[in-house]
């Protein structure tokens, strides 16, 4: 019997999947040869657009997506608004590699309120997941959105301390309260009601409604006035003041033309950058910049209508009206996604003039400078780093560019919990995924030894390498980071730190490695054989290379010891507490701030640690107290 070609059974595979496709509305995905879902679409017609992907791949990404492709699942829904939901929820759950992306998307950061507290805190987060809290964002520039912060805690006055409870152990007012940055709730000064109006206008700034707030200063004030609480009016003055100043600093149309949100992309190949501009009353709220992943460089109109159905999805506020380029073809399905999450009306259209094409416009013109901007800064960071190994090559007189550099330290105190890092740059750059590290065990517990602990991870890197060329590029337990052979390993320290490597690594050596170190105190470079070290000018490309190699090793191997001392440290009466987890034993710790005073504390502090039920703190004690006594 004739075998038929994997290639050819995948095509007939996949033509027959086709055929049973649906003619109706719903989502697709696309999977690959390990069962990854690589690209999740909708479609008024499943057939129809499943069919465009693999008749008409126009460009480098859609073909390598085609490719990649080993089956097809779908979701039949009744319309694609419907869809355009589905869809989104699928690429949050999936995350394909060929679909939209925002780069590093986890990261974006928010503006939290804890709702469910008394007197609710205001608080910059990346976190997005907390019940019963009201989230702003995502926010694109970190910087800014904790001016924003500021802003609002001199407009706003809500506290700034941590825990669900205001306040500190000492009872007193902090200088928030003496500077006008908060009302001190914490001692009675502010009511839960009254700090509570603070917290509704800041969700009124942060949602954009300025003119509500605006006339709400105004009527206060007037009160205020007319009551002779000057020192009250004077403050509510100042508050309206900063509200105006913002207003009239970023207004950038007439009133007429309300709340919406101008959208628009920017594509170079693979990259894209979106604009958000939200205008508020007329006044722009808040601009917004992100770079997008675009592997499959799919249409600009495709680009945009992924792009807001993930932005909306992460916002607590959908405007009435979002405007968008002329080349998005599905503006009614999408207004009708986004008038869902809404749940009110959305008009999605492109603008043709006005103040609103002009908002658009610009928003084209910062996403295209954004995008040059990108392309530049990332050109010349490659020129710099070409230059940097360039000159490492001739300073070391290297036989080969040294594209990846391996660099060791080892990190103890007093000789106890001593690990050591390996981290690796790729081209002049940190390739983390390549990083590891390495817990010593040949040493004498409290006895430092570097040149020992350096000596045992160098023959362990070379034995972990030897390991792996007996393994198939296929074989699970493959590990490309010590399989792979480094071009020049740098070890943290003086002569002693390299003569100890090198009675490890002769066997790299052996095959054209070349081996140096880096001693801290003057920045010397000792090479093997040569007395005298290289000295190499601060100012030098090469040595900067070397420099931030070796700081980056130094602060990965020093995180790893960290974890290791405060894991031992911590591992005590503290893990055999009844009822007692991570989260409360965490409590304890920032509450009292070390085991010593938890030891020490009476049941009557330990009752009052936020977070821990009255039982447990009193169960607590009593292990405490037999324990001690």
């Known amino acids: 019997m004739a075998t038929v070609p994997a290639s050819e059974g995948r095509r007939t595979r996949l033509a027959e999947q086709r055929r049973n496709l649906p003619d109706g509305p719903g989502v697709y995905l696309f999977r690959d040869a390990p069962g990854k879902v690589i690209y999740v679409?909708?479609?008024?017609?499943?057939?129809?657009?499943?069919?465009?992907?693999?008749?008409?791949?126009?460009?480098?990404?859609?073909?390598?997506?085609?490719?990649?492709?080993?089956?097809?699942?779908?979701?039949?829904?009744?319309?694609?608004?419907?869809?355009?939901?589905?869809?989104?929820?699928?690429?949050?759950?999936?995350?394909?590699?060929?679909?939209?992306?925002?780069?590093?998307?986890?990261?974006?950061?928010?503006?939290?309120?804890?709702?469910?507290?008394?007197?609710?805190?205001?608080?910059?987060?990346?976190?997005?997941?907390?019940?019963?809290?009201?989230?702003?964002?995502?926010?694109?520039?970190?910087?800014?959105?904790?001016?924003?912060?500021?802003?609002?805690?001199?407009?706003?006055?809500?506290?700034?301390?941590?825990?669900?409870?205001?306040?500190?152990r000492s009872g007193s007012p902090c200088l928030d309260y003496y500077i006008k940055r908060c009302g001190a709730p914490c001692v009675g000064f502010v009511d839960a009601a009254e700090y509570r109006k603070s917290i509704d206008g800041v969700i009124a700034f942060l949602s954009g409604r300025y003119r509500e707030i605006e006339r709400g200063l105004e009527a206060e004030m007037r009160l205020a006035a007319q009551e002779q609480d000057y020192e009250h009016a004077a403050l509510v003055r100042n508050r309206l003041r900063a509200v105006q100043s913002v207003m009239e600093r970023q207004r950038v149309a007439n009133d007429s033309v309300g709340t919406l949100d101008a959208v628009a992309v920017a594509l170079d190949g693979t990259d894209a950058n979106a604009q958000v501009f939200q205008i508020r009353d007329g006044i722009l709220s808040d601009r917004q910049s992100f770079y997008l992943e675009n592997v499959a460089e799919a249409a600009l109109g495709d680009v945009v209508v992924e792009f807001v159905n993930q932005y909306y999805a992460d916002q607590m506020g959908v405007p009435?009206?979002?405007?968008?380029?002329?080349?998005?073809?599905?503006?009614?399905?999408?207004?009708?996604?986004?008038?869902?999450?809404?749940?009110?009306?959305?008009?999605?259209?492109?603008?043709?003039?006005?103040?609103?094409r002009r908002l658009l416009e610009l928003a084209e013109r910062n996403a295209r400078l954004a995008l040059d901007g990108e392309k530049l800064k990332a050109e010349r960071s490659r020129q710099q780093r070409v230059e940097a190994l360039d000159a490492l090559q001739e300073a070391l007189g290297l036989d080969a560019l040294p594209l990846r550099v391996e660099c060791f330290d080892i990190s103890n105190l007093m000789g106890t919990h001593t690990t050591a890092s390996m981290v690796v740059f790729e081209g002049g750059t940190p390739k983390k995924s390549h990083y590891r590290r390495f817990t010593v065990r040949g040493l004498t517990e409290g006895v430092p030894d570097d040149f020992a602990a350096m000596e045992e991870v160098l023959g362990r890197r070379l034995a972990q390498w030897e390991a792996q060329q007996d393994l198939s590029p296929h074989d699970p337990e493959r590990n490309e980071s010590f399989a792979t052979l480094p071009n020049l390993i740098v070890i943290d320290g003086g002569p002693g730190q390299l003569s100890a490597g090198l009675r490890e690594l002769q066997g790299f050596r052996d095959r054209g490695v070349a081996v140096v170190s880096l001693a801290k105190r003057i920045e010397e470079v000792f090479l093997p054989g040569v007395r005298e070290p290289v000295l190499l000018g601060h100012d030098t490309p090469a040595l900067q290379l070397l420099q931030r190699v070796?700081?980056?090793?130094?602060?990965?191997?020093?995180?790893?010891?960290?974890?290791?001392?405060?894991?031992?440290?911590?591992?005590?009466?503290?893990?055999?507490?009844?009822?007692?987890?991570?989260?409360?034993?965490?409590?304890?710790?920032?509450?009292?701030?070390?085991?010593?005073?938890?030891?020490?504390?009476?049941?009557?502090?330990?009752?009052?640690?936020?977070?821990?039920?009255?039982?447990?703190?009193r169960e607590v004690y009593a292990a405490l107290h037999r324990t001690s006594g």
Do not use: W
Request: hydrophobic content about 35%; overall charge positive.
């Open 41 to 168: 679409g909708k479609a008024k017609s499943i057939r129809k657009r499943v069919a465009g992907h693999f008749t008409n791949p126009v460009t480098r990404g859609a073909f390598e997506m085609v490719d990649a492709i080993e089956s097809v699942e779908y979701l039949l829904l009744s319309s694609e608004t419907e869809a355009l939901l589905a869809e989104q929820n699928f690429i949050k759950q999936y995350r394909p590699r060929f679909n939209i992306r925002l780069r590093d998307d986890k990261s974006y950061p928010f503006i939290a309120i804890s709702m469910e507290e008394e007197f609710p805190r205001v608080y910059f987060t990346r976190e997005r997941h907390r019940a019963n809290r009201v989230y702003f964002g995502p926010y694109s520039n970190a910087k800014r959105t904790r001016s924003t912060l500021e802003l609002l805690g001199k407009i706003f006055q809500f506290r700034s301390c941590q825990g669900p409870e205001p306040g500190r």
């Open 320 to 356: 009435p009206q979002v405007i968008v380029q002329a080349e998005v073809p599905e503006t009614e399905e999408l207004a009708a996604a986004l008038s869902a999450r809404r749940g009110a009306r959305v008009e999605v259209r492109s603008a043709e003039r006005g103040d609103k």
């Open 550 to 617: 070796r700081d980056e090793a130094h602060r990965f191997a020093i995180t790893h010891h960290r974890v290791r001392r405060d894991k031992a440290m911590t591992s005590s009466v503290l893990d055999e507490l009844p009822g007692v987890g991570p989260a409360r034993k965490r409590a304890l710790l920032n509450h009292f701030g070390s085991p010593e005073a938890i030891l020490s504390a009476s049941r009557e502090a330990l009752e009052g640690v936020p977070g821990l039920p009255g039982k447990t703190a």
